[in-house]
């Protein structure tokens, strides 16, 4: 079982910047894929990032040039940078671990943001 407890959610403004962290219960070296999905009231959840063991990274087209993803395998953690925040990135922010490049193994709770004036 892996627990990760997302965190750094919070209210901002067009523009802004944010930095969302999901730290894990275990060791992450080993894990294939680490990311990120959103999700908004009646949508389905949609990947916004991911990066692999090797460092490898993933965005989708309306992140790219303004989003990174992150790996500390010495913390366990996996961070996501948001900068140019857009009213449209308010959602609710999944980390998930994937263990063998195919299907999300484990979610974490979610972490709100938004963004708004």
């Known amino acids: 079982q892996v627990q990760l407890v997302e965190s750094g959610g919070v209210l901002v403004q067009p523009g802004g910047s944010l930095r969302l962290s999901c730290a894990a219960s275990?060791?992450?070296?080993?894990?294939?894929?680490m990311g990120w999905y959103r999700q908004v009231p009646g949508k389905q959840r949609e990947l916004v990032a991911a990066i692999t063991n090797g460092g490898n990274t993933n965005y989708a087209d309306y992140v790219k040039g303004r989003f990174t993803i992150s790996r500390d395998n010495a913390k366990n953690t996996v961070f996501l940078q948001m900068n140019s925040l857009k009213p449209e990135d308010t959602a609710v922010y999944y980390c998930f671990v994937d263990f063998h490049g195919s299907n999300a193994d484990y979610w974490g709770q979610g972490t709100r943001v938004t963004v708004s004036s």
């Open positions: 275990v060791r992450i070296f080993s894990i294939y894929v």
